[in-house]
C-alpha cells in the first residue's frame, strides 16, 4: 500500500539482466508496500530469472512487442489483480522509486500522473532534433490535454483504477504509441493529466543508443506518430 492504496508497480524490460536486480531490489527496498511485476519483453538474456531471484513477480512475452505490448500485459494485470494504481519504472534505473508516493498523492484528483524530467528538478537535458521533437510534443499535447506538459515522452506513469481499465483494453504497441498516442487517446476521453517534477539519473547498466542520425529518425516519427493520433478518433 502506498497511501493507502494497492500498488504495482509494472517495469517492462528487454534485455536489462545487468540492471533488473537492482532495480527490483531498490523499488521493494523503498516501497516495501507496493508490489512488483516485471514484464519480460522476449528478452534473450537473463531478464526474467535474475528479476526473480530479486523477488519481483514475472510474466514473459514468446517474442518482443516493444513497451506498447509489454505495457499492455501489465495493465491486464493490475486489472485482472484490482490494483488501484499502476506505476510504469523503467528496468535500467533511471527512475527514482522515492518519487513514487508524490506521482501517487496526484491521483486523488487526477487520473494519470507523468513523472516529468523538464519541469525544474534535476540536471537531465537532452539536444538537438531529440530536444525538438519533445518540445513539439510537449506544445501540442499540452494543448490537447489542456495543462502543461513538459516531458510527453516520459515512461514514468501513475494510472488509477479508470485508466488501467483503458489501458487494459487498449494501449498501442506501435513505437512512442506507449507514450504519445495514450496521451492523445486519455485526454480526449475526459481523463485528467498532471505532471510532477521528477529528477532523472544515468543508467545503471548498458548504454544508451543515441546518435545524431537517429535524433533525425526520432523527429520524424515523432512528428509521424503525433499526426496519426491527433487524427485517430
Not at 532523472?200 to 535524433?215: D, F, I, L, N, V
Amino acid at each position: 500500500m502506498v497511501n493507502g492504496k494497492r500498488v504495482l508497480i509494472i517495469i517492462p524490460a528487454l534485455n536489462e539482466s545487468g540492471s533488473i536486480a537492482d532495480v527490483v531490489g531498490e523499488v521493494r527496498g523503498e516501497l516495501p508496500g507496493v508490489d512488483v511485476l516485471v514484464v519480460d519483453d522476449g528478452s534473450t538474456d537473463r531478464t526474467a530469472a535474475v528479476a526473480a531471484a530479486a523477488g519481483a513477480r514475472v510474466a514473459q512475452l514468446p517474442y518482443n512487442l516493444g513497451v506498447g505490448g509489454a505495457m499492455r500485459l501489465g495493465y491486464r494485470y493490475a486489472r485482472d489483480h484490482g490494483y488501484d494504481v499502476a506505476i510504469q519504472i523503467d528496468a535500467d534505473g533511471q527512475h527514482d522509486p522515492r518519487y513514487v508516493p508524490k506521482l501517487v498523492d496526484l491521483l486523488d484528483d487526477n487520473d494519470l500522473v507523468i513523472g516529468a524530467r523538464f519541469a525544474g528538478e534535476g540536471d537531465y537535458s537532452v539536444r538537438g532534433p531529440r530536444r525538438w521533437a519533445m518540445v513539439m510534443l510537449s506544445v501540442v499535447l499540452s494543448r490537447v490535454a489542456r495543462t502543461k506538459l513538459t516531458d510527453t515522452t516520459s515512461g514514468f506513469r501513475a494510472a488509477n483504477r479508470r485508466v488501467i481499465e483503458m489501458f487494459a483494453r487498449w494501449y498501442p504497441a506501435e513505437y512512442l504509441g506507449d507514450t504519445v498516442e495514450t496521451l492523445v487517446h486519455t485526454a480526449r476521453r475526459g481523463y485528467k493529466i498532471r505532471q510532477v517534477p521528477v529528477a532523472m539519473r544515468k543508467r545503471m547498466a548498458g548504454t544508451p543508443s543515441h546518435s545524431p542520425a537517429k535524433a533525425m529518425v526520432y523527429l520524424g516519427r515523432a512528428f509521424v506518430v503525433l499526426t496519426l493520433a491527433l487524427i485517430r478518433q
